[in-house]
């Protein structure tokens, strides 16, 4: 759900057989996070860490974009 607290519930619907990764950025464009998504349909991210504002995430493999979208940490 959006806004989000301390968990972030990212689902991929597009299938792939590349390496996926989630990053996830802050207003400035600055990367704070690069994790990889291990063959599942969705990843949880611990956002206990991240201050409250707002947040981009980008699900991307070496060839393609494949989601992006918008949060708000509370």
Same mark, same amino acid.
């Given at each position: ?5 301390? %968990?972030? $519930?990212?689902?991929?619907? $597009?299938?792939?057989?590349?390496? +996926? ?5 802050? $207003? %400035?464009?600055?990367?704070?996070? +690069? ?6 349909? /969705? ?8 201050? /409250? ?5 980008? %699900? ?6 494949? /989601?992006?979208?918008?949060? +708000? /940490?509370?």
């Amino acid at each position: 759900p959006n806004p989000c607290h301390d %968990l972030l $519930t990212v689902e991929i619907t $597009t299938p792939t057989d590349a390496k +996926v990764c989630l990053s996830i950025y802050n $207003t %400035l464009g600055e990367q704070l996070l +690069v994790r990889p998504v291990f063959e599942t349909n /969705k990843i949880d991210v611990d956002l206990s860490l991240f201050a /409250k504002g707002i947040y981009t995430y980008s %699900l991307s493999t070496k060839e393609k974009l494949i /989601k992006t979208g918008m949060f +708000v /940490k509370q």
